[in-house]
């Protein structure tokens, strides 16, 4: 191993991490296959192209640009050093602090970037998502959800937005429980701007997290890949209000693919188009929460001891399809 390599990995290894966070198409799978042929990320990134290549799911290309990113260790490590400076902190994927909820799914960011208290999601944490432009009904129930969740030992995740993200942090906050926030910029920069304040705010009772690392604009593939990392933090998503085409359907997917409860909102007798996207999740297998039993559900969710317990007691019919 080179000396100047040597003298970083001995000081922390994270810029290892960051180096491979920078590299698209590697995650945890592939770290495992690093860690298991290699045993540390440093012998891996010191192993020759051929070695790296033969790898299951690398290829000679993926092993090249993983070499090539050796000779920006050390720009990593003071970006690393930038970054603390700044109260952020980089959580690599190998990390006890990593939130174990995250690291369960099969695509879970290398890194995270983290500003705040990262030991909110260390409890069992429950997004909340909806449209940026929810009816009076929509918040109503947004407050009402969100009150007994937090009152029931639960965190809320949700992304910082216009709508009902912001009225589930904001109710997390006046409740006096934790609530975290994915952001789909790096955390130098948010998103939206005028939720600047709300992002101060809940680093005081929680945390935003940002699995870019490094300086990210603005875009639409990210504002719908936050959605990942938001359901993937919960145990259960609950979709308040949503268009048919809404992006954040995206959420109830990745929920879905992740193994994790999808919830939504049963308007019963509405119709208008804010209530479809609901329809549809349940439609096609959501739990359904209905809008006016939403301490029933709480309760029933707090009280089951283990998943299937609460599939028996709660989830019924056609919804049982969905696990």
């Not at 891996?44 to 290549?53: G, K, P, V």
């Not at 260790?73 to 690599?92: A, C, F, M, V």
């Amino acid at each position: 191993m080179p000396q100047s390599v040597e003298k970083n990995a001995t000081k922390t290894g994270k810029e290892f991490w960051l180096a491979l966070a920078s590299i698209g198409g590697i995650g945890p799978i592939q770290v495992r296959y690093l860690l298991r042929e290699f045993e540390t990320l440093e012998a891996a990134f010191s192993a020759d192209l051929t070695e790296i290549a033969r790898l299951p799911m690398f290829d000679s290309l993926l092993a090249a640009k993983l070499q090539k990113t050796r000779i920006g260790l050390s720009d990593l490590r003071r970006h690393i050093d930038w970054y603390e400076s700044q109260g952020i902190q980089i959580i690599t994927w190998q990390e006890a602090t990593y939130p174990e909820q995250l690291k369960q799914i099969s695509n879970a960011p290398v890194a995270l970037a983290c500003r705040g208290d990262f030991k909110s999601v260390q409890k069992p944490t429950v997004a909340i998502v909806g449209t940026r432009t929810p009816t009076s009904e929509g918040v109503a129930v947004t407050l009402e959800l969100t009150n007994l969740l937090v009152q029931s030992g639960y965190t809320i995740a949700s992304g910082l937005d216009k709508g009902v993200d912001l009225t589930a942090h904001t109710t997390a906050l006046a409740c006096d429980g934790l609530t975290c926030a994915v952001l789909p910029t790096d955390l130098l920069s948010v998103y939206p701007p005028e939720n600047e304040s709300l992002s101060l705010q809940i680093q005081t009772r929680g945390a935003l997290f940002s699995e870019h690392i490094f300086p990210t604009p603005l875009s639409a593939a990210n504002l719908l890949a936050r959605h990942r990392v938001t359901t993937g933090l919960s145990i259960a998503t609950i979709v308040i209000e949503s268009l048919v085409d809404d992006e954040v359907l995206r959420a109830a997917s990745f929920a879905r693919e992740q193994g994790r409860f999808v919830c939504s909102i049963d308007w019963g007798s509405r119709t208008d188009y804010l209530a479809e996207g609901c329809s549809q999740l349940i439609k096609s297998g959501a739990i359904s929460v209905p809008f006016n039993g939403l301490a029933e559900f709480v309760e029933s969710f707090t009280n089951s001891a283990t998943t299937s317990e609460f599939q028996a007691t709660y989830v019924q019919g056609e919804q049982m399809g969905l696990f």
